[in-house]
């Protein structure tokens, strides 16, 4: 037997960051394009829009940093802050896995 769980933040009741949105984040950081995150996910562009719009609003300060395109071309890329989020989540989902297991094994 293995205990699973997923955890997520709410700001105010709403859906801040799991998994997903950042899964996401992520994919921005490597396509460093909103459109590229959302085809690797297979997800809408507009799913992943709405979605980053969402973090951004919610969030202390700004996740991410858009350049429209043009001579130089735009982009997508995650602030110092954004890139911050991923690790403090990551670092929390895996000590509460942990803390899951081992009080699972006290079973």
Not at 37 to 63: D, G, Q
Request: one cysteine or more; a positive charge.
């Amino acid at each position: 037997m293995k205990v699973k769980s997923r955890i997520w933040i709410e700001v105010d009741g709403t859906p801040f960051l799991g998994n997903g949105r950042i899964q996401l984040l992520k994919a921005v950081n490597q396509t460093h394009s909103m459109s590229s995150a959302a085809k690797s996910l297979n997800m809408s562009y507009k799913k992943a829009w709405r979605l980053l719009n969402e973090i951004n609003a919610s969030a202390k300060e700004p996740v991410l940093d858009k350049k429209i395109g043009g001579k130089d071309g735009g982009g997508t890329h995650l602030t110092p802050y954004g890139e911050e989020l991923i690790v403090r989540f990551e670092n929390l989902n895996s000590a509460c896995i942990a803390f899951l297991e081992t009080e699972f094994k006290k079973w």
